[in-house]
């Protein structure tokens, strides 16, 4: 949740309808590459900018709309896009108890107050 906080393991969000993750998803394929250097880049799902997510080390999804989607335009961005649908958690190299029961800190973590 934070900087040099307890590793945590969190469930994503389904992705906000209007994103480049939900059209993906859509697709049906598990996984797929986009190679957005040649004619994919004139698809029409890709002549206007949409939502694209980024989660990195802090994912925070009670403001993940305002912390992790920006306006993005791909075929702008980048030449290739790898899409996997389903992924799993990388394993820390030191896990803590949040990580192990794999849910989300209470509000109140550390303290329990």
């Given at each position: 949740?934070?900087?040099?906080?307890?590793?945590?393991?969190?469930?994503?969000?389904?992705?906000?309808?209007?994103?480049?993750?939900?059209?993906?998803?859509?697709?049906?394929?598990?996984?797929?590459?986009?190679?957005?250097?040649?004619?994919?880049?004139?698809l029409?799902?890709?002549?206007?900018?949409?939502?694209?997510?980024?989660?990195?080390?802090?994912?925070r999804?009670?403001?993940?709309?305002?912390?992790?989607?920006?306006?993005?335009?791909?075929d702008?961005?980048?030449?290739?896009?790898?899409?996997?649908?389903?992924?799993?958690?990388?394993?820390?190299?030191?896990?803590?108890?949040?990580?192990?029961?794999?849910?989300?800190?209470p509000?109140?973590?550390?303290?329990g107050?």
């Amino acid at each position: 949740s934070d900087w040099h906080a307890p590793v945590e393991r969190k469930r994503v969000r389904e992705a906000l309808p209007a994103s480049y993750e939900a059209l993906f998803h859509d697709v049906g394929l598990p996984r797929f590459m986009l190679d957005l250097r040649g004619a994919a880049a004139t698809l029409p799902n890709f002549d206007q900018a949409r939502l694209e997510r980024a989660i990195g080390v802090i994912y925070r999804p009670e403001s993940e709309r305002a912390s992790h989607y920006f306006r993005a335009q791909m075929d702008e961005q980048f030449d290739v896009v790898l899409h996997l649908d389903r992924t799993r958690a990388v394993e820390p190299l030191e896990t803590t108890e949040l990580w192990l029961r794999g849910e989300e800190a209470p509000e109140a973590y550390p303290t329990g107050i």
